[in-house]
C-alpha cells in the first residue's frame, strides 16, 4: 500500500462514520442525529453527502466548544424548499429528499434563535444537471438520473435556496461553504493503479521534486471556475450581517501549481473519491469552519 493512501478507510465512505448511541448512520437518516442536546448553544449541518464527509470529524470539534450538533443531511438533496427530487426518466417522486422535507426542515429552522447553521452541497451537479468532466480525460461516470422539480412556489432553485436563507438568517448565523472542487476520477484509485504508484511506495519522497514535472494529481482551476459560476453567482448573492462564508477551493487551488487544484500532498490525499473529501481533506475545511465558529463567537459576544 503507498503511504500516500495507508490513512485512507477503503472500507467505509467518510459521510457513513458518524453514527449515533443507537450505532444508526446519520447520513440519510431523514430525523437527523442529534449530539450533547442539552446545550443551548446549537449548530446544524444541513446538506447533501458533501457536508455528510465533514461531519465525523466536526461533531466533536463542535461538542468539545460545548455546542449541540445536530445533522440533516441526505444524499443529492439540498434545502430547495418548493421542490421535490423526481427522476428525471421515471417521474417517480424520491422519498426522502422532497418538498415534504423541506417543509419540516425549514420549520425546525426558522424556529431557531441564535443558532449556527452550516449549509454545503454540491452545488454545481444541481445547477448544471451534470455530473463533472475534468476536460483532460477525467469524467465522471454514468449520467446523473434526477431533476429538482418546481411546485410552482419559487422559478428555480436559486430563488428557493435565497428566499430560505434569507428567513432563516433573521435570527440565526449562517455559514456557507462554497462547491469544493471536483476530480472527475477516483484519486486513491488512480494512484493504485497508475504506473507512478512505485513513486508512492517510497517512503521518503521529496513532493517538491514531484511539483516541478507535475508528477502530483491536480485537476485545472479554470475548469473548477468555469464549472461553479452558477454555485458562485447564487452564493455571491446571498449577502448580510448574519451571513459566513467558507472557500474550500482556496485550500486546494492556484497555490502551489498556478492554475491547478491540488488532490493530495507528501502525506495526504484529500478526497475520498472523485468529488467528496477525505477525512484529511474534511479536517481541513472543517478548520475554516472552526474559525468563523470562533468569529460567530466574537461578534456575538460584542452584541450581548
Not at 502525506?267 to 472552526?290: A, C, E, R, V
Amino acid at each position: 500500500m503507498p503511504p500516500l493512501l495507508q490513512g485512507i478507510n477503503f472500507n467505509t465512505p467518510p459521510w457513513k462514520l458518524l453514527k449515533n448511541d443507537n450505532n444508526e448512520i446519520c447520513h440519510n437518516k431523514k430525523n437527523g442525529c442529534v449530539f450533547n442536546p442539552s446545550s443551548k448553544k446549537k449548530v446544524f449541518m444541513i446538506g447533501d453527502s458533501h457536508p455528510a464527509a465533514l461531519m465525523f470529524n466536526l461533531k466533536d470539534r463542535v461538542v468539545k466548544r460545548n455546542y449541540s450538533f445536530t445533522t440533516f443531511t441526505l444524499d443529492g438533496c439540498l434545502y430547495f424548499k418548493g421542490f421535490n427530487l423526481i427522476n428525471k426518466h421515471t417521474k417517480i417522486i424520491d422519498k426522502k429528499c422532497n418538498n415534504d422535507y423541506f417543509l419540516e426542515l425549514d420549520n425546525k429552522l426558522k424556529n431557531q434563535q441564535n443558532s449556527i447553521i452550516i449549509l454545503s452541497g454540491r452545488f454545481p451537479l444541481y445547477l448544471n444537471n451534470s455530473r463533472f468532466d475534468n476536460q483532460e480525460g477525467g469524467v465522471e461516470n454514468g449520467d446523473w438520473p434526477y431533476l429538482y422539480h418546481s411546485l410552482g412556489q419559487f422559478n428555480n432553485i436559486q430563488s428557493s435556496f435565497r428566499n430560505s436563507i434569507h428567513t432563516i438568517s433573521k435570527n440565526n448565523k449562517i455559514i456557507l461553504i462554497y462547491p469544493i472542487p471536483e476530480v472527475g476520477l477516483n484519486i486513491k484509485d488512480k494512484i493504485l493503479a497508475t504506473s507512478q504508484k512505485n513513486i508512492f511506495l517510497k517512503e521518503n519522497y521529496n513532493f517538491d521534486d514531484f511539483l516541478k514535472p507535475k508528477k502530483v494529481f491536480t485537476t485545472s482551476y479554470s475548469t473548477y471556475i468555469q464549472r461553479t459560476k452558477s454555485s458562485f453567482d447564487l452564493l455571491n448573492s446571498i449577502k448580510g450581517k448574519n451571513i459566513y462564508k467558507i472557500y474550500p477551493h482556496e485550500l486546494f487551488c492556484n497555490n502551489q501549481i498556478k492554475n491547478r487544484c491540488m488532490t493530495h500532498n507528501n502525506k495526504h490525499i484529500f478526497y475520498w473519491d472523485d468529488d467528496h473529501t477525505s477525512l484529511q481533506g474534511s479536517k481541513m475545511i472543517n478548520d475554516l469552519i472552526l474559525k468563523e465558529i470562533k468569529k460567530i463567537e466574537i461578534d456575538f459576544n460584542k452584541s450581548n
